[in-house]
């Protein structure tokens, strides 16, 4: 059974925007045997934009049912349903967010038109539904209303069933995988029984050993996609999983920091790259007899010590080695003061005009550390001071919380965002003590560098 659906809503953004108009047109593959629609009251205003794009008012849905009114019908619908949309992603994830507001977790096979018919009908010059009616002569009495929509697109998918002979639609819905090709004790209704959220995944062996530990911003698309790789290294995961299990974090930090702790802890056999459990390789910095700072690799023990200014730590001193290098080039700094060159005069940078001379004396000590400084800066990424980062919660009001106490990551926890006041002791009690990572200020440097941000609340 398919279910068609679609959904008009007050905006585009699925976690700050509501619902106010669903129909589910319910297909068995040959014809369409029910349709079900309503109006919705987002109990919010519906923007003037909307309802010129629409056609929906406020004063329509002002004594409309509330989503939860009608949740437990749109469920007994659904179930054993594939999720059909023209563009799935949208519908689904609105009516995912409405359900999640309620305490509950909807989760569907899904399967997308546009997707459908980009592959069916190759060479269109545009899959919007829109151009689609035009160009099939499917007929709908009006645009962007949920019944009119829906029972377009089942007009298309009805089209798109007469093409082929349906293994397109399987391997749609199942991401290309075949279950003849899974592991014996792992299924596709185990596959889409997982959330489509942000977590932290662990695959496991038949003696129930972790052997792999991953994170993704959607747990179940990663695990499709890991299942589905024809790749040797797909096949290299794949081998000798015998169940999945998985937390979700909500929170991407969260998920980031308690993916490369787990490596550590349970150290799979699978991961390579975060199984580290120390840092061994650094780079430090001092200021040698004749005024120049100089910069150096060396490991990271006590010997190192007050002796140097530490810059930055590595996991092994190939790792830190190949930065120093990268970040000489990048600054036109002197090799042999960086100590990657053992000439006793000039080094041989400088022969090839990549080093300004330093080394011999040539260029003077405040010009040379000005560079210096500028390499500092961006070798130096450790964290300093008192902070919080509020991030994305695993379920509607609640909020995930990182500590970092004088530049030291403390743990990660949660907290009822719903409560108007919090202060830093509440935030701190929140905190579970982290595994000792070294990797932890890394990742949250790196996080908070990035495009996505949580808040950051100093304290």
Not at 72 to 88: G, M, R, S
Not at 121 to 150: Q, V
Not at 151 to 160: G, K
Not at 333 to 344: P, Q, T, Y
């Amino acid at each position: 059974m398919f279910a068609i659906i679609d959904v008009e809503t007050t905006g585009g953004v699925a976690r700050f925007e509501r619902i106010t108009e669903i129909a589910i047109v319910l297909h068995d593959g040959e014809k369409v045997v029910s349709t079900f629609s309503t109006l919705i009251n987002p109990e919010k205003s519906i923007p003037p934009g909307i309802t010129q794009l629409t056609g929906i008012t406020n004063e329509m849905v002002e004594q409309a049912p509330k989503f939860y009114e009608v949740a437990k019908q749109i469920v007994e619908l659904t179930e054993d349903a594939v999720f059909v949309a023209h563009n799935v992603s949208f519908d689904y994830n609105f009516i995912r967010e409405e359900f999640a507001r309620l305490g509950y977790t909807f989760s569907r096979k899904q399967l997308c038109t546009v997707r459908l018919s980009r592959k069916v009908f190759p060479g269109l010059p545009s899959y919007s539904l829109s151009n689609l009616k035009r160009h099939f002569g499917i007929s709908a009495a009006r645009s962007h209303r949920a019944l009119d929509d829906t029972l377009a697109t089942a007009e298309l998918f009805e089209r798109i069933l007469a093409e082929q002979s349906g293994k397109t639609i399987r391997s749609m819905v199942n991401h290309g995988i075949r279950e003849s090709k899974l592991p014996p004790a792992i299924t596709l209704d185990r596959l889409h029984a997982i959330p489509e959220a942000c977590g932290v995944y662990y695959l496991h062996g038949e003696k129930g050993e972790v052997i792999y530990v991953g994170k993704s911003l959607n747990i179940r698309k990663r695990l499709f996609e890991h299942f589905a790789d024809p790749t040797n290294k797909g096949e290299k995961l794949r081998a000798g999983v015998a169940d999945i299990s998985y937390e979700v974090t909500g929170s991407e930090l969260v998920a980031l920091l308690h993916e490369s702790a787990e490596i550590k802890r349970l150290l799979p056999r699978i991961n390579r790259a975060l199984r580290l459990r120390h840092h061994t390789g650094c780079i430090f910095t001092y200021t040698d007899q004749n005024g120049y700072r100089c910069l150096a690799v060396g490991k990271h023990n006590s010997r190192n010590a007050g002796k140097f200014d530490l810059v930055a730590d590595y996991p092994k001193i190939d790792n830190a080695r190949a930065h120093l290098q990268s970040i000489v080039r990048q600054y036109e700094l002197c090799f042999r003061l960086s100590n990657l060159d053992a000439s006793e005069r000039a080094c041989f940078h400088y022969s090839i005009k990549q080093c300004h001379g330093a080394c011999i004396g040539e260029e003077a000590p405040e010009t040379y550390n000005e560079r210096v400084d500028q390499a500092l800066e961006v070798l130096n990424r450790r964290l300093s001071g008192n902070f919080f980062i509020l991030d994305e919660g695993r379920t509607e009001g609640e909020q995930a919380v990182v500590g970092v106490q004088d530049g030291r990551y403390i743990g990660y926890g949660y907290f009822d965002a719903s409560f108007d006041a919090f202060g830093t002791e509440d935030l701190l009690e929140s905190l579970s003590t982290p595994y000792d990572d070294p990797d932890a200020a890394r990742i949250i440097r790196g996080y908070l560098d990035g495009k996505k941000k949580g808040r950051v609340v100093e304290w």
